[in-house]
């Protein structure tokens, strides 16, 4: 029997998604992105919401977050070989 107690989400399992998916977002190479036309938009662009995730995909998560996801990943790699 399966204890209902033990599949429940923690707010650990929740940070653990995100990661997993910002990870899956900062791994995207630009080939990949221009094989199904996501190409960075110029400056004169519509700001819809697609362009403004395109945006924050190009400039923000491949620049800045790369680097800070890598001590992320460590924590989390190190919490889950010390408690399993």
């Not at 924050?56 to 399993?84: A, Y």
């Amino acid at each position: 029997m399966i204890n209902p107690a033990s599949m429940a989400f923690s707010l650990y399992d929740i940070l653990k998604a995100m990661v997993l998916f910002i990870n899956a977002i900062c791994i995207l190479n630009e080939r990949f992105l221009f094989k199904y036309g996501l190409q960075p938009p110029g400056h004169d662009a519509e700001r819809t919401l697609k362009t403004r995730a395109l945006i924050l995909i190009h400039s923000d998560m491949k620049g800045i977050l790369r680097f800070t996801m890598l001590w992320i990943n460590l924590l989390v790699i190190l919490i889950e070989i010390l408690f399993g």
